[in-house]
T-cell receptor, first 112, second 113 residues
């Protein structure tokens, strides 16, 4: 069974700090990795995608992927109270599999 | 703007009374998905359509059905809702390409009386 694991949190950081969110996955042939942000009572919103080992930066967000360790992370620099949300890690398997497996999410709270 | 639209945003139904949730998209994506999400849980895939091909997840109850009359629209039918079916129902779309992300609608919050 393919699994995606995340610390449920809550992860609490002060405003302006770096928030680090982690995700591990069990399917070694996974090819595509996504981070979604979900505010309470709202639907998931895509914020980052990453496909190759290394870092990918987009504004204050950096996604990091290490396929050998089956590990993907999301760094949020200069955290703002508006970043307070649940962050879902989603993984797509290899080959023709286009379905996503989601982690349960990490609740992030940024304190002013 | 191209988008995924779900109606209604909130739906209240009675125990055992059939209910239909709708989803439409202007992205022209060929894959449409229905997820169920309960509080503090990951979205759970119920089924998806690749074009007109219906793909049911093995653990989706028979109580849940879906229709996709055309590329733009997809419906979720719950034939006899039970109290355990109260949840957020999310529709998502994607292109058939492993690098393409899924795009979600705003969801429908279903309550059962």
């Amino acid at each position: 069974q393919k699994e995606v694991e995340q610390n449920s949190g809550p992860l609490s950081v002060p405003e302006g700090a770096i928030a680090s969110l982690n995700c591990t996955y069990s399917d070694r042939v996974s090819q595509s990795f996504f981070w979604y942000r979900q505010y309470s009572g709202k639907s998931p919103e895509l914020i980052m995608s990453i496909y190759s080992n290394g870092d990918k930066e987009d504004g204050r967000f950096t996604a990091q992927l290490n396929k050998a360790s089956q590990y993907v992370s999301l760094l949020i620099r200069d955290s703002q109270p508006s970043d307070s949300a649940t962050y879902l890690c989603a993984v797509r398997g290899g080959g023709s599999n286009y379905k996503l497996t989601f982690g349960k999410g990490t609740l992030l709270t940024v304190n002013p | 703007d191209a988008m995924v639209i779900q109606n209604p945003r909130y739906q209240v139904t009675q125990f055992g009374k059939p209910v239909t949730l709708s989803c439409s998209q202007t992205l022209n994506h060929n894959v449409m998905y229905w997820y169920q999400q309960k509080s503090s849980q990951a979205p759970k895939l119920l089924f998806h359509y690749y074009d007109k091909d219906f793909n049911n997840e093995a653990d989706t109850p028979d109580n849940f059905q879906s229709r996709r009359p055309n590329t733009s629209f997809c419906f979720l039918d719950i034939r006899s809702p039970g109290l355990g079916d109260a949840a957020m129902y999310l529709c998502a779309t994607s292109r058939y390409d492993r690098d393409q992300p899924q795009h979600f609608g705003d969801g429908t919050r279903l309550s059962i009386l």
